[in-house]
Nanobody, 124 residues
Framework: QVQLVESGGGLVQAGGSLRLSCAASGRTFSSYGMGWFRQAPGNEREFVAAISSGSSTYYADFVKGRFTISRDNAKNTVYLQMNSLKSEDTAVYYC??????????????????WGQGTQVTVSS
């Protein structure tokens, strides 16, 4: 069973940057679609970005041009580079693995394995 561990969250001022990392265990990471989601207090979990095993990427409209998802299959790690952060980006960010498909998805139910989440707080 693959396990995911996120890191890189923290407190940053508006306009700043953070890079989140998600380290996966297991030998089949390269065959999974991977995604990042986030959940702010009182809100439902929402899609942020996804990447296929072949590194095709997909983004929510509200992060296009600001966030970049990437993966390093040699390191079993997926990244989320977040630039030009806004206060509304404050949330717990979750990494997820789509273990049944090499394609990314914006639907949370497509992902079977989730990390524990990492808090991102953007101060205005």
């Amino acid at each position: 069973q693959v396990q995911l561990v996120e890191s890189g969250g923290g407190l940053v001022q508006a306009g700043g940057s953070l890079r989140l990392s998600c380290a996966a265990s297991g030998r089949t990471f390269s065959s999974y679609g991977m995604g990042w989601f986030r959940q702010a207090p009182g809100n439902e979990r929402e899609f942020v970005a996804a990447i296929s095993s072949g590194s095709s990427t997909y983004y929510a409209d509200f992060v296009k041009g600001r966030f970049t998802i990437s993966r390093d299959n040699a390191k079993n790690t997926v990244y989320l580079q977040m630039n030009s952060l806004k206060s509304e980006d404050t949330a717990v960010y979750y990494c997820a693995a789509r273990t049944t498909s090499p394609f990314g998805s914006n639907w949370s139910r497509d992902y079977r394995v989730w990390g524990q989440g990492t808090q991102v707080t953007v101060s205005s």
